[in-house]
């Protein structure tokens, strides 16, 4: 139904695992949408099943450590400054409580032990550290009910949004269906690329996209995976060169391996993948199950599996059998240890699970297989989730390699928006990729970077005083009216309550005008008069001035610009700095 490409056939993706007549809890539906056009996939949901048949969920933002100490000061009227250096004194990590921050910090101590006023404070704020302090909504979390949702729950509004009352755990409980539509940035970037990619190559089509192509792994192997989803950090890095992926059920293994408790694993594995004889099965029927991972069990699929093949459960019991592991419930455990290996009958002797033992699997290597399920089921990933997210890499991975400037430039533009020092990043690794970064102009630059034949273009939506509105309108009468011919042409078209003077002054800053023979210097000192020039007193623009004879409008005539050379080195630099953020002339 085009929810995903992805074969489970191919790739042994148990549907049970997600859901089963055995069954008791409703599955959790994970769904990841570009991140711009997640909102049109809550407003089809509204559409399709109604507006009082679907909620948004409630979450409760906490008091935090320093948020509870402040709260709490204000309320006793101690001094701010004195509030402030008290919470300052918190470490700024996650989930950091005040009795833990007393532990790190010698400083908070010795306030809190020499000054009663503090330690009042302190005591007061650790009593209602974690408590409920506004309600917010769940960032991701929509429920659909069969009838009107307030026949289940009351229900409030955040903003111009419905919500429930009760917190996501609550709706649970209650048997509700609660989906998550997650915005994942990545997939904006790959449908931003393929649109440039088709604006030169309308032939164009990324599911004609090879999966075993050999530059795409060689890459891979490189560790040249800045900017490709999952497989950026330095360490991923080094896991790739010492693995040398091959296939994408290669990177499904790194997906899932690359995180706490399973990542001890991860020399294994590569140990076994390059070496084969270092492969150990404890049982042959094992090797259909694990030959896909060189022998280790990595994924919760296997862990159900084994109990199929070996000790003949159904996937249903597997599954449940699988969780009651990786939440280590240790009664489950053991009593399904005795039926994992001796089987399970009913009070007539009909059998409802064969166990090891009767599928010719010797006791010794049962107790064996299900020790070492016990120790990794609690580790083992989702593979559809691995999967899903390894296909989505394989994909970026191909936009880089193979139209790197496209991918690259959708890469800057969402990145741009989120975080300046990753975009140093990128702008490194263009630089070391032989590819140039084209400077802010007027006339050639979009709102996000796009890739041009000489390199990849700045983008207008980096200058600061520049909003969506402006820039749209920029980019519109450029395509309607042609080229801009000069500040002063600018200045008419398009200056009005989104492009004043201001902004004009940070496009010079930038560089955005430096094509019209004129140096910032001189553009700037220039730009209020012709600001002037070109709007009434009420700052709306002069459509046109009556001409001599009377025969129509005419554009203002073009203002003379003094010539005065141009700022020094560091003073451009400032500037730029200024109006972006960032310096990109000298890096």
Do not use: W
């Amino acid at each position: 139904i085009g929810i995903t490409a992805i074969d489970p056939i191919k790739y042994n993706l148990l549907f049970e695992r997600f859901l089963n007549p055995e069954r008791v809890s409703m599955p959790d539906f994970d769904v990841d949408f570009c991140k711009e056009r997640r909102g049109e996939v809550i407003d089809y949901v509204v559409r399709k099943y109604g507006e009082d048949h679907v909620a948004q969920i409630i979450s409760f933002g906490t008091m935090a450590a320093r948020g509870a100490i402040r709260d709490v000061g204000r309320v006793l009227e101690i001094p701010y400054a004195t509030v402030d250096s008290v919470a300052k004194l918190v470490p700024m990590e996650h989930d950091m409580t005040i009795g833990e921050a007393l532990k790190l910090s010698p400083d908070l101590r010795s306030r809190c032990n020499n000054d009663p006023q503090i330690k009042k404070l302190l005591d007061v704020a650790m009593s209602i550290e974690g408590m409920p302090r506004h309600a917010t909504m769940h960032a991701a979390g929509v429920v659909i009910t069969d009838k009107p949702v307030s026949d289940y729950v009351p229900l409030s509004k955040n903003d111009d949004n419905v919500v429930t009352q009760f917190t996501m755990t609550a709706l649970e409980e209650l048997g509700l269906l609660k989906m998550d539509f997650l915005g994942l940035r990545n997939l904006t970037v790959i449908n931003d690329a393929e649109k440039q990619i088709k604006h030169k190559n309308p032939d164009y089509n990324p599911d004609m996209v090879d999966e075993n192509d050999k530059k795409v792994f060689e890459m891979f192997s490189k560790g040249y995976t800045e900017g490709v989803f999952q497989f950026e950090s330095q360490g991923m890095k080094n896991v790739l060169t010492q693995l040398k992926p091959e296939r994408i059920e290669d990177l499904i293994a790194v997906t899932a391996l690359y995180r706490p408790g399973p990542m001890d694993s991860i020399p294994v594995y590569i140990d076994c993948r390059h070496n084969p004889s270092h492969i150990r099965y404890k049982h042959p029927l094992l090797k259909e199950i694990l030959g896909v991972t060189s022998g280790c069990i990595i994924y919760q699929e296997q862990v159900m599996q084994i109990f199929r093949t070996l000790a003949g459960y159904s996937l249903g019991r597997a599954d449940i059998v699988r969780r009651a592991m990786s939440k280590k419930k240790l009664a489950v455990m053991e009593s399904e240890r005795e039926i994992f290996i001796h089987g399970l009958t009913d009070n007539d002797g009909n059998i409802i699970v064969e166990g090891c033992i009767r599928r010719g699997v010797d006791e010794k290597t049962a107790i064996s297989v299900y020790d070492e399920m016990e120790s990794f089921a609690h580790y083992a990933f989702n593979k559809s989730h691995a999967a899903a997210y390894a296909t989505i890499a394989y994909q970026t991975a191909y936009l880089k390699c193979h139209f790197y400037k496209e991918y690259m430039a959708a890469l800057m533009t969402i990145t741009l928006l989120d975080s300046t020092d990753k975009l140093y990043g990128y702008i490194a690794d263009v630089g070391k990729s032989g590819v140039k970064i084209l400077p802010l102009d007027i006339n050639k630059s979009e709102s996000g970077f796009v890739a041009e034949p000489e390199g990849i273009r700045f983008a207008l939506l980096a200058v600061k005083s520049l909003g969506e509105g402006a820039i749209d309108r920029i980019v519109s009468e450029r395509k309607s009216g042609g080229a801009f011919r000069s500040l002063q042409d600018f200045c008419t078209r398009v200056s009005g309550r989104d492009i004043h003077l201001r902004t004009v002054e940070a496009l010079i800053k930038s560089g955005a005008f430096d094509g019209f023979g004129y140096t910032r210097r001189e553009h700037l000192n220039a730009c209020e008069d012709i600001m002037k020039s070109v709007t009434r007193s009420d700052g709306s623009v002069i459509e046109g001035q009556l001409d001599l004879f009377g025969m129509g409008a005419a554009l203002p005539m073009e203002k003379k610009i003094e010539r005065c050379g141009e700022f020094d080195e560091q003073q451009l630099l400032e500037f730029e700095h200024e109006a972006l953020g960032m310096y990109i002339s000298a890096h």
